[in-house]
């Protein structure tokens, strides 16, 4: 079955770099992309970047300097990195198949602190 | 980026009675396919979102049919005929027509 997980530091310090790994199951990166959405605890959804089937990429416009999304279809594996961490960008990052949306990975917390 | 406004913030419904949620768009949701790409999605507490509803109405798989979308264009409606226990947590809707994907704000719907 269709299947999405998330892994990554729980904790970096500001001014570093985030690396996240979404690993997939189910289905084909070369057939549905997968987008990073997150949420900053007791708030809503922001969706964050995307990359499709084909290998185009997507970034939200307020993040876009600060972001990298890729992916290793070998190892059915999505890489987000974002750096210049600040202690807003503490949220759970959740990645989902996109654009359909229609499954999602349980999330990892990420905090940025000192 | 399309807004899209969320009524109510949250709803406390009893068991068995029916809640509706309202989603608005700031432009019209109906892309170049003819399609409109609204989703509803419920965040149970501590868990991921889950996609309940696509293309305005259509009930993804193993959704009861006590949950109905419907509307057009800009104005976009979740109804949850008879409400149960497991239906609690933030109802989202989410716009796929234009880029960016953009979200609601969300609905907190507790039982009474």
């Known amino acids: 079955q269709v299947q999405l997980k998330e892994s990554g530091p729980g904790l970096v310090q500001p001014s570093r770099t985030l690396s996240l790994t979404c690993t997939v199951s189910?289905?084909?990166?070369?057939?549905?992309?997968v987008s990073w959405v997150r949420q900053p605890p007791g708030k809503g959804l922001e969706w964050i970047a995307a990359i499709w089937s084909g290998g185009s990429t997507d970034y939200n416009s307020a993040l876009k300097s600060r972001l990298s999304i890729s992916r290793d279809t070998s190892k059915s594996q999505v890489l987000l990195k974002m750096n210049s961490l600040q202690t807003e960008d503490t949220a759970m990052y959740f990645c989902a198949r996109y654009p359909l949306f229609d499954y999602w990975g349980q999330g990892v917390m990420v905090t940025v602190s000192s | 980026d399309v807004v899209m406004t969320q009524t109510p913030v949250s709803l406390s419904v009893a068991i068995g009675q029916p809640a509706s949620i309202s989603c608005k768009s700031s432009?019209?949701?109906?892309?170049?396919?003819?399609?409109?790409?609204l989703n509803w999605l419920l965040q149970r507490p501590g868990q991921s979102p889950k996609r309940l509803i696509y293309l305005v109405s259509k009930l993804d798989s193993g959704i009861p049919d006590r949950f109905s979308g419907s509307g057009s264009e800009t104005d976009f409606t979740l109804k949850i005929s008879r409400v149960e226990a497991d239906d609690l947590g933030v109802y989202y809707c989410l716009q796929g027509t234009h880029f960016p994907d953009t979200f609601g704000a969300g609905t907190k719907l507790e039982l009474k």
């Open positions: 189910g289905f084909s990166l070369t057939s549905y992309g």
């Open positions: 432009q019209s949701l109906v892309g170049t396919s003819g399609k409109t790409y």
